[in-house]
């Protein structure tokens, strides 16, 4: 039996998570694979792009409607795009309750209707990782290899480092499954950006897992409503996505992350603006 | 925590805001008390209350309810359910409704003022004291107290009687003690108009307002006698009296306060405790030892063994103190005459 692997994409918010989860999903479910993608954010967008533009209910949606109890699979397993199966968790309306909690409850209803089952799961986790309610797909063990999505900005540097401080944090842990599998790089074009990724990723004990280029065809599929392996699928970008597939379907280094100080991350960001 | 616990640090006022709080709430006449929180954090006070309240001959259920957070409630927001519990808590009739945040209900932000709205059927009082949020026990009794308090209506010209501020309503003796302090206001011809709060009708909250004294229980509830200081000013007496010279210095301030002739209810009461002393010569000699106490019943406890004659060595009994010291001449009283039984 394969064996299943259990992804999460975690980065700043705005810096192209769901993007870089869509296509990948899309990517690997091309290459055949069995796709289960879980959108872990209350703005329920991570599989948009993978749905035709629809925004399907979400767990949370339904909880607050019919109690955790009568929901069934079929309410919140969507097919969609080269038959990825999509979940989004949801959450409350903004500024009231708690997100993170919600993020529990969705995995407490999709362990119990089994909808855990697939070969690869891909976890889209919200922004940061603001409470222990977001780090829980890593500290139960249900994502297993995270990847930090950054660009070559500052606060998206800032972001990843206090990603994989959780991750360290969460290894303490004997117990923990959860590892740091690599970064990717979503260029923004700032200077140098590619190697001052990997600079970083090398720095916090990890590696450049991809770098996806800045290409105005990401806004064309999303204005068209479809992930870029879809819209355009011969596309440079497109075997950018494939290529970052290929690499997590392989056998990607696991490691725990030696998160950076907020003075050296700074130098190293100052270093890479100024040449 | 120091090696000799004082009585505000001690740990008699850590614990739960709510449960502080509740404690105050529950003692307003015909009050209703809603906690904002999870089953179990109303649950455990109305136990509590309802054990004490049968142990004191008086049975009933303590007026206290829930908005009962769930799992949902905590991820969506507790505020509907608030909106519905006060809905059904105003079929009860209650003279005032408090609402009390806990500490969840606070974590997600749930503003409990929301829910009052411009309805005039009943007082309704928020205490967003969001349970270990707020602090500890003694914190719930204050914020209790000065948001009851900021509902008194502006004070007469006139003013007259004594305030007793902050009794123990889970103490066991509490109106013992009380009884003792309105005992010694009557020495000065004072009498003790509003019980801010055991017992008290929300109406007599205009008695509070116009009183010209206030006598705090102890320190733990001096935030509230600042509020009563700065807005009504109210002149006030930090403790109930303890100890023999205690109670004596008790009347003198008060009478102080009051301008009236507090030596002369001092010399008064001198007699009634050489009386007191009198009716244990039978201590005197007798050997005995503390054991480990507040710095505050030590002070009290020395007081006596040195009045009653009895001599501290290290090979007697244990003396033990209650925590608080029970209040004036009839705390003496009573500390001698445990004292005589273990002796």
């Not at chain 1, 842990?173 to 190697?195: D, M, Q, Y």
């Not at chain 2, 017992?199 to 001096?222: I, K």
Request: with cysteine; glycine share 12%.
């Amino acid at each position: 039996m394969m064996k299943m692997r259990q992804i999460a994409i975690y980065g700043k918010g705005g810096i192209g998570k769901s993007t870089t989860s869509a296509n990948l999903s899309a990517a690997l479910a091309l290459s055949g694979r069995r796709v289960l993608q879980i959108g872990c954010d209350p703005k329920r967008d991570s599989t948009r792009m993978l749905m035709h533009g629809r925004l399907i209910p979400t767990v949370m949606d339904l909880v607050r409607e019919k109690g955790d109890r009568d929901i069934s699979l079929e309410e919140i397993v969507f097919p969609g795009f080269a038959g990825v199966r999509c979940v989004e968790a949801g959450g409350p309306e903004p500024g009231i309750g708690c997100a993170g909690r919600g993020i529990i409850a969705t995995f407490q209803v999709l362990e119990r209707l089994g909808a855990l089952d697939s070969e690869i799961i891909v976890y889209d986790v919200l922004g940061d990782v603001v409470c222990g309610g977001f780090a829980m797909p890593m500290r139960e063990g249900y994502a297993r290899e995270i990847y930090l999505v950054t660009s070559g900005e500052l606060m998206a540097l800032y972001a990843a480092n206090n990603i994989s401080k959780a991750i360290e944090r969460l290894s303490r842990n004997k117990k923990s499954l959860c590892r740091l599998a690599g970064v990717i790089g979503n260029a923004r074009g700032t200077p140098g950006e590619r190697e001052l990724i990997a600079e970083f990723a090398s720095r916090i004990n990890s590696s450049l897992a991809a770098f996806i280029p800045r290409d105005p065809v990401v806004q064309q599929a999303e204005l068209n409503r479809m992930t870029v392996l879809e819209f355009s699928p011969e596309s440079a970008q497109a075997g950018h996505y494939r290529e970052l597939a290929g690499t997590v379907t392989g056998e990607p280094v696991l490691t725990i992350p030696t998160p950076m100080e907020i003075g050296d991350l700074e130098e190293l960001a100052l270093s890479y603006a100024t040449g | 925590m120091p090696a000799i616990p004082t009585r505000c640090d001690s740990v008699r006022h850590v614990g739960c805001a709510v449960s502080g709080a509740l404690s105050v709430t529950t003692a307003v006449e015909g009050a209703f008390s809603l906690v904002h929180g999870p089953d179990g954090c109303s649950h455990q006070f109305i136990s509590l209350l309802h054990s004490l309240q049968m142990d004191q001959g008086r049975p009933g259920i303590p007026r206290v309810g829930s908005s009962r957070l769930s799992e949902r409630e905590i991820i969506f927001g507790g505020i509907p359910a608030l909106s519905r519990a006060l809905e059904s808590v105003f079929r009860h009739h209650p003279s005032v409704i408090f609402i009390i945040s806990s500490c969840i209900a606070e974590t997600i932000g749930d503003d409990i003022s929301e829910v009052v709205g411009d309805d005039s059927r009943v007082p309704v009082i928020p205490i967003p004291i969001g349970g270990f949020i707020g602090g500890g026990f003694a914190s719930g009794v204050n914020e209790a107290l000065i948001r009851l308090a900021a509902r008194a209506p502006a004070p007469p010209r006139e003013k007259s009687g004594v305030a007793v501020i902050g009794e123990k309503n889970l103490e066991f003796d509490a109106d013992a003690q009380y009884l003792e302090v309105k005992r010694l206001m009557s020495l000065l011809g004072q009498s003790v108009t509003v019980r801010f709060v055991r017992s008290m009708p929300y109406e007599s909250l205009v008695d509070l307002a116009s009183a010209r004294l206030a006598v705090l229980r102890d320190s733990s509830v001096q935030h509230a006698g600042k509020y009563l200081s700065d807005t009504f000013k109210l002149p006030s007496l930090p403790a109930f009296p303890t100890g023999l010279s205690g109670t004596r210095d008790f009347l003198e301030k008060a009478g102080n306060l009051l301008g009236c002739d507090g030596k002369a209810a001092a010399e008064k009461e001198h007699e009634l405790q050489e009386e007191v002393l009198g009716s244990f010569r039978s201590l005197k000699g007798k050997k005995g030892r503390f054991g480990p106490i507040p710095y505050e019943s030590l002070l009290f406890a020395k007081e006596l063994a040195n009045c009653s004659g009895i001599r501290i060595g290290g090979d007697g009994p244990v003396l033990s103190v209650p925590d608080p010291v029970p209040a004036g001449t009839a705390g003496v009283r009573r500390v001698l005459s445990h004292w005589r039984r273990i002796l």
